[in-house]
């Protein structure tokens, strides 16, 4: 489908991965998926993506710096960025918001309250970033 939105998830965590974009491929949304910060900057800057959800510890750059050079580098047309982490999110809060992203998610996360953040955040998208 053409309507389909689109997400990148990026995590170094490969069970956790697959289990996004399975969960939102049901869901009804075209999942890419990236296993380290290097693979994610680079799909971000040239896949058409709707919204990115980035783990903060990955291999290569680090969710916090690929959200900052999206941000910079696509502008106005940066789609909303997630920062997803295991990471205490009030200290994580500043930072996240610094790097461009739009909020922050706490893991372990409940799926369906997942589900429901993402549509929320994909639906209130006008293609800019925050």
Known sequence: MADRKRILIADDDPDLLDLLQTYL???????????????????ALTETVDLIMLDVMMPYIDGYHVAYEV????????????????????REQGIALMSGAYEIIQKPFDMNQLS???A????GSSGAAK
């Open 25 to 43: 491929t049901h869901q009804g949304y075209d999942v890419i998926a990236a296993a380290n910060g290097k693979d994610a900057l680079k799909l």
């Open 71 to 90: 941000s910079n580098k696509l502008g106005e047309k940066a789609p909303r960025i997630v920062i997803v982490t295991s990471r205490n999110t009030s």
């Open 116 to 118: 429901t953040r993402v």
């Open 120 to 123: 929320q955040i994909i639906a």
